[in-house]
């Protein structure tokens, strides 16, 4: 039994690595975590009994919480191979412009706390996972505006907030990495490319399965090495 759960998957990219979680015969349970039911048509209208769909907010720690009960129940005392934190918000924020402390604040509640919360409320299942099969994983879906080395670029002008909360997830990910491995369970950092998406925009270079049928496969075909590590959905390393 192989189990995965992914967050922000109504839409855009966590829908697409639905979909291709599900392309994977391998993979047993999907438990999909959405915010509102009533805008996952896309999601719940797929026919699959592999797949659970779960109401939960992210950013709210009982609601991870009851998450938690409910996803201990789907996969029965075997725990959580794989944790996908994939939901993520872009707002717009300039530097030389006025700085909305809500934008700043927001950005880092959704894009890097919530992938905190997630992983701390569900190291329970995935070192259940880990003791019984080897190795669990998490997946924190970021982004290359989040790298240092990118910043001094005016391609990562407009969205500043996004960018530095995408940077905090980058170093949440090397301290899940190195703090979970005593339990096994390894922790990378992926982006996506560009991609059409609300968030990426129709102008972006990648479809959904352009991007996400490579990621599915880089996140499952993961090993000890990769631990820690920062890598484009094509597999090459991100600079940090
Ligand atoms: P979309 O804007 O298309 O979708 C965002 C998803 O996140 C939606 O499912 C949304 O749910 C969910 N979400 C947002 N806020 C919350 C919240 N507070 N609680 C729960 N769920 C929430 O974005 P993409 O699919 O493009 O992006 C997915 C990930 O990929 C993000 O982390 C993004 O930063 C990253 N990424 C995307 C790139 C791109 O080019 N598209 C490039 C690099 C990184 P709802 O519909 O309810 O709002």
């Given at each position: 039994m192989v189990s995965a759960l992914v967050t922000g998957?109504?839409?855009?990219i966590g829908l697409g690595l639905v979909r291709e979680l599900l392309k994977d015969?391998?993979?047993t349970i999907v438990i999909a975590i959405v915010r509102n039911l009533e805008t996952a048509n896309d999601l719940t209208s797929i026919d699959d009994t592999r797949l659970h769909v779960l109401k939960c907010e992210i950013t709210d720690e009982k609601s991870v919480v009851e998450a938690v009960e409910k996803v201990t129940e789907i996969v029965d005392g075997k725990g959580l191979d794989l944790l996908i934190n994939n939901a993520g918000i872009m707002r717009p924020l300039k530097l030389d412009g006025d700085v909305d402390r809500s934008v700043v604040m927001e950005s880092f509640e959704v894009n890097a706390f919530a992938p905190l919360l997630v992983g701390n409320k569900f190291l329970g299942l995935l070192r259940r996972a880990a003791e019984l099969k080897g190795s669990a994983q998490i997946a924190n879906i970021s982004?290359?505006?989040?790298a240092l080395e990118n910043a001094m670029s005016e391609a990562t002008k407009p969205p500043v907030a996004y960018s530095m909360s995408k940077a905090a997830l980058n170093m949440l990910t090397r301290r899940q990495a190195f703090e979970y491995k005593e339990y096994k369970v390894r922790a990378t950092a992926f982006t996506p490319g560009w991609v059409r998406t609300d968030m990426g925009?129709?102008?972006?270079?990648?479809s959904v399965e352009e991007s996400t049928g490579p990621l599915t496969k880089l996140i499952m075909s993961?090993?000890?090495?990769?631990?820690g590590e920062f890598y484009r959905f094509s597999g090459d390393k991100s600079p940090w």
């Open positions: 998957t109504n839409r855009g015969p391998s993979i982004s290359g505006l989040g925009t129709m102008n972006a270079a990648l993961l090993t000890e090495e990769h631990n």
